[in-house]
C-alpha cells in the first residue's frame, strides 16, 4: 500500500469517527434515488454527512482497498469548502470533520510518485 493510500485510509477512520462524535452519523440509509443524484455533493438530495458516510468514504475505501489510483482534486475545487458551507448555513458546529475533509483534499490535489 503506497504512502497516499495509507494516509487516506487514515484520514477516512478519523473522518468516520469525527461525524459520529458530532452525532453527524446517520443509521437510516438514503434510497437508492437518492443516492444516484447527478448534482455535486448530491446536494439536492443528501446533507453534506449523508455524502460523506454514504458516497465518499465508501467510494474512497473502496480505491484504498485496491490500491487504485486515486483522484486528483484542483486546489481550488476542494471538498472542504462546500462542507463548510453546508455546515455553516445549518449552524452546525463541525470544525474537526471540516478540518479532515481538508487534510483529504491536500492528500489529493497532486498526484504522487
Same mark, same amino acid.
Given at each position: 500500500?503506497?504512502?497516499? $493510500?495509507?494516509?487516506? &485510509?487514515?484520514?477516512?477512520?478519523?473522518?468516520?469517527? =469525527?461525524?459520529?462524535? $458530532?452525532?453527524?452519523?446517520?443509521?437510516?440509509?438514503?434510497? =437508492?434515488?437518492?443516492?444516484?443524484?447527478?448534482?455535486?455533493?448530491? #446536494?439536492?438530495?443528501?446533507?453534506?454527512?449523508?455524502?460523506?458516510?454514504?458516497?465518499?468514504?465508501? %467510494?474512497?475505501? &473502496?480505491? #484504498? &482497498?485496491? !490500491?487504485?489510483?486515486?483522484?486528483?482534486?484542483? @486546489?481550488? /475545487? !476542494?471538498? =472542504? !469548502?462546500?462542507?463548510?458551507? @453546508?455546515? /455553516?448555513? %445549518?449552524?452546525? %458546529?463541525? /470544525?474537526? #470533520? #471540516?478540518?479532515?475533509? %481538508? @487534510?483529504?483534499?491536500?492528500?489529493?490535489? =497532486?498526484?504522487?510518485?
Amino acid at each position: 500500500m503506497s504512502t497516499q $493510500h495509507s494516509l487516506l &485510509a487514515s484520514y477516512l477512520l478519523k473522518l468516520e469517527s =469525527a461525524l459520529q462524535q $458530532h452525532e453527524l452519523w446517520s443509521t437510516d440509509s438514503p434510497s =437508492a434515488l437518492q443516492l444516484s443524484s447527478l448534482q455535486p455533493f448530491c #446536494v439536492d438530495t443528501l446533507t453534506i454527512e449523508q455524502w460523506l458516510q454514504y458516497i465518499l468514504i465508501p %467510494r474512497f475505501s &473502496a480505491l #484504498v &482497498a485496491t !490500491g487504485a489510483d486515486l483522484p486528483i482534486i484542483p @486546489a481550488d /475545487n !476542494g471538498m =472542504a !469548502g462546500m462542507a463548510d458551507i @453546508a455546515f /455553516n448555513q %445549518r449552524s452546525i %458546529r463541525a /470544525n474537526e #470533520v #471540516v478540518d479532515l475533509i %481538508r @487534510a483529504i483534499d491536500s492528500l489529493l490535489e =497532486a498526484p504522487w510518485p
